[in-house]
């Protein structure tokens, strides 16, 4: 699983690389937000051609149904943050059980921001057991 997770961050660290334009913080202090129902994060390091990488991941859950997945990637003194993907979410973000996260957008490489996502195998349900639950490969502890 932790290989998985560090795949999925360089990839999300390649798409905020090569995406020249910075793409505005989204969801910080998401926590303390009063639409916000649930904030899981992940976060880690591993080093990459001799340079230490660390990430946090941030799964914002908002009342209304949407849900935001928010990557803080610190390399050197660089600093990137990009919202890399966002959709619809159904079930209870609070409590243990499953949840349905549908994808509707992600990271576009070229422009650093949101662009729509329309594939059909854009719905998974993942399950929160203890607080915690996977997505993309990734395990997640709630926050809030």
């Given at each position: 699983m932790k290989n998985i997770n560090i795949y999925l961050t360089i990839v999300c660290l390649c798409l905020m690389t090569f995406s020249c334009k910075s793409q505005s913080v989204k969801s910080n202090d998401k926590a303390d937000n009063p639409n916000t129902a649930a904030v899981y994060?992940?976060?880690g390091s591993f080093s990459e051609h001799g340079t230490e990488v660390s990430y946090t991941n941030t799964l914002t859950f908002d009342k209304d149904g949407s849900w935001?997945?928010?990557?803080?990637?610190k390399m050197q003194k660089n600093i990137q943050d990009a919202d890399c993907a966002a959709g619809t979410w159904t079930g209870d973000v609070t409590t243990d059980g499953e949840v349905t996260?549908?994808?509707t957008k992600v990271i576009d490489n070229d422009t650093g921001k949101l662009a729509d996502w329309t594939r059909e195998d854009s719905a998974v349900t993942v399950t929160i057991s203890d607080g915690k639950l996977t997505y993309e490969g990734a395990e997640y502890s709630r926050k809030k």
């Amino acid at each position: 699983m932790k290989n998985i997770n560090i795949y999925l961050t360089i990839v999300c660290l390649c798409l905020m690389t090569f995406s020249c334009k910075s793409q505005s913080v989204k969801s910080n202090d998401k926590a303390d937000n009063p639409n916000t129902a649930a904030v899981y994060v992940s976060a880690g390091s591993f080093s990459e051609h001799g340079t230490e990488v660390s990430y946090t991941n941030t799964l914002t859950f908002d009342k209304d149904g949407s849900w935001l997945l928010h990557s803080t990637v610190k390399m050197q003194k660089n600093i990137q943050d990009a919202d890399c993907a966002a959709g619809t979410w159904t079930g209870d973000v609070t409590t243990d059980g499953e949840v349905t996260l549908t994808k509707t957008k992600v990271i576009d490489n070229d422009t650093g921001k949101l662009a729509d996502w329309t594939r059909e195998d854009s719905a998974v349900t993942v399950t929160i057991s203890d607080g915690k639950l996977t997505y993309e490969g990734a395990e997640y502890s709630r926050k809030k």
